[in-house]
């Protein structure tokens, strides 16, 4: 049985628990990355040694996020993609007998 597609959406949102689907995650990630470019540059160009510090602390920061974003990522896309191919399976149908074969002896 071939699932539709409102079927699938909700078969993978039960399966993710509530977290964000894959695609979220890498939206997330992209946003963040580039708020860390935005801080490299803006450390490249600061000459106060205090704001150098905190901007450091903010990009290390942003990498320990990208880092764990991008771990979420892969498993829910890895989640998304075994519903999917569960629900494309082929199910055996209950309604057909399986048939016997029988082995003769020699």
């Known amino acids: 049985m071939i699932m539709q597609n409102d079927e699938l959406d909700e078969a993978i949102d039960v399966a993710l ?7 979220q ?3 997330m990630v992209d946003t963040l990355r ?3 470019e935005t801080l490299v ?6 000459k106060d040694p205090e704001k150098q510090r905190d901007l450091r602390r903010r990009i290390n920061e942003l990498d320990r996020q990208i880092a764990s974003l991008s771990e979420q990522r892969a498993i829910s896309h890895f989640i998304e993609m075994t519903v999917r191919a569960s629900a494309n399976r082929p199910q055996r149908d209950p309604d057909i007998d399986e048939v016997e074969v029988e082995v003769e002896d020699e």
């Open 17 to 23: 628990e509530g977290a964000p689907r894959a695609a």
């Open 25 to 27: 995650l890498s939206e």
């Open 34 to 36: 580039e708020r860390r």
């Open 41 to 46: 540059h803006d450390l490249r160009i600061e």
